[in-house]
């Protein structure tokens, strides 16, 4: 009752409201994606910031912080509605709620080790089984479209969520604490058995920014960003009947087949303006190269077809030229 108590004093109230803004702002303004392809799932860092709540107040604390958060987002930043609302608060009990749980029976570095990896486990299990309930809702799919997604792309990306979260947790929980516990914004360490080592130590700092900059090389070589981003060979393309240099070939979406081609060299032979289209979205840029999904030509331009086959990209030919 005591402890209760204390987690609802004006104190608490007033520093959980913090963290809840803090919470909420970086969850409005740091997304990225982390794959390529599937549903528009993006990371954000809100669930670090509600499990250093729960490791200091206690699990309520965190379920507290995420339901909040997540209503907060629902009627401002979000683009998914009541879906995104639910995973919201699904996402964040299954990790924030148990680290925070396991943490408070066993508050050691052994005990956040234990709390972090279980709560990454079950997210990933939870978000898995709801993302196939729930996304065929959102999305319009059918849902063996969504039974095909669950390995290739819930799976991965929920278990980056929770390995970033839970480094970023490790590096900076204990600064953060204590300033907290210094300011008397935060209750003391409970005293006890273990209850005397470190969390925070060179071991720990080291491991934790080895796997934090594993986990993101790891998005961005997925998504082929940055220095990972392959420099496109020239192929050929076949358009009416003849031969075209310089054009490139772009594998855009969950799947490794090549599904785009650059826009202009295509243009350029078949004599086409740029600007007598209708480009609407269709564009895709990357690395300043416009490309177009090869249904463009069929739907837009009005070629007879567009394929890729072989290495070659084939556009308004009759037969296929092999």
Known sequence: MQNTKRMFDTKTLIVLAMITAIAFILAWLVRFPVLPGG?????????????????????????????????????????????????????????????????????????????????????????????????????????????????????????FCGIVNSTLIMLIYKPLGSALRAARLAPATPTGTGTKRKIFSPGV????????????????????????????????AVVNGEEVTGVTLRAVGASDAVSHVSLQPVLDALGIERDDLDLGTWVYERDEVEYVPLAFFREVVGMNNAFYLHGRVYINNDEVME
């Open 205 to 236: 700092i080291a491991v934790s920014l080895f796997v934090f900059i594993t986990a993101v090389l790891w998005s961005m070589a997925r998504q082929e960003v940055g220095f990972f981003s392959p420099a496109p060979e020239p192929v050929y």
């Open 39 to 159: 549903p528009p799932l993006r990371y954000d860092p809100k669930d670090v910031v509600i499990v250093i709540a729960g490791f200091m107040f206690g699990p309520l604390a965190a379920f507290i912080v995420t339901v909040v958060v997540s209503v907060l987002q629902f009627l401002t930043v979000s683009v998914t509605g009541w879906v995104g609302l639910i995973m919201n608060i699904v996402s964040g009990t299954a990790f924030a709620v148990t680290a925070s749980f396991i943490y408070s029976k066993k508050r050691t570095l052994s005990g956040a080790v234990m709390g972090l990896i279980a709560g990454t486990i079950l997210m990933t299990i939870v978000m898995m089984l709801w993302n196939l309930i729930l996304t065929p809702i959102f999305m319009g799919w059918p849902r063996e479209a969504v039974v095909a997604l669950l390995i290739p792309f819930f799976m991965p990306f929920n278990l």
